[in-house]
Nanobody
Framework: QVQLVESGGGLVQAGGSLRLSCAAS????????MGWFRQVPGKEREYVAA????????YYADSMKGRFTISRDNAKNTVSLQMTSLKPEDTAVYYC?????????????????WGQGTQVTVSS
């Protein structure tokens, strides 16, 4: 099992930046592909980005391309999400997730472990 704890959320003005971090503990971190998702009340959890076990492969949802960057540090057991040019519609609770499969996936149900989430609020 792996435990995930997100941090770095907060309130930011539109056009600003935030960096989210997710610290993992438990099983070997490099065994997991990692993803970031977000959710607003009343809506389904939305895929944001994902990164392969070694960090060499990354994928993004179309609306995040060019604005968000996912990265990981396997020595520190962390995965990060650098968010720039933030928009009010980026307001959500952001979750990191760990997936034991070989392929990086955007499908939330494929992920095995989830953090508790961190709130990001972007004001206009």
């Amino acid at each position: 099992q792996v435990q995930l704890v997100e941090s770095g959320g907060g309130l930011v003005q539109a056009g600003g930046s935030l960096r989210l971090s997710c610290a993992a503990s438990g099983r070997t971190f490099r065994s997991f592909a990692m993803g970031w998702f977000r959710q607003v009340p009343g809506k389904e959890r939305e895929y944001v980005a994902a990164i392969s076990r070694g960090g060499g492969v990354t994928y993004y949802a179309d609306s995040m391309k060019g604005r968000f960057t996912i990265s990981r540090d396997n020595a520190k057991n962390t995965v990060s999400l650098q968010m720039t040019s933030l928009k009010p519609e980026d307001t959500a609770v952001y979750y990191c997730a760990a997936e034991e499969g070989v392929r990086v996936t955007a499908i939330a149900t494929k992920y095995d472990y989830w953090g508790q989430g961190t709130q990001v609020t972007v004001s206009s």
